[in-house]
């Protein structure tokens, strides 16, 4: 990473968060995760936003085990992660996949929301 922020800080529905730039570099390994944990800490935000634009394509192949490496990095670092952007079709060819965004969905660790407004949505409820 060169050291510049790939992000803003945004306030959404009254909350903090980090907003991953959707044109920076791919998140696809560990250490992508760990600069984005980086800049959430000097930033002092836990609410951690990742548009789908900015994932591997191996994110979504949970055979990869990308996700769940990449997702466990941001929870054992108390973020909030949101994954904004639309994976019905992902999610419509695997039925893991499926069920792992269901399951995420009714936490509060990892969220997969379609646009802004259902992020807000989902932090005012």
Known sequence: MTGAMT???AEIAG?????CAEDGPPIAAERDAADILGET???GVRLVV????????????????LAGELLQK???YERQVVILGDVAEAVAGSDALRDFVR????GRAVWFVPDLAALEAKLAG
């Open 7 to 9: 992000g803003k800080i």
């Open 15 to 19: 909350c903090r968060a980090y907003v």
């Open 41 to 43: 800490f000097s930033a």
């Open 50 to 65: 990742i548009p789908t634009a900015r994932l591997s394509p191996a994110f979504l192949d949970l055979k990869t085990r």
């Open 74 to 76: 941001f929870v054992n």
């Open 103 to 106: 399951e995420s969905n009714r």
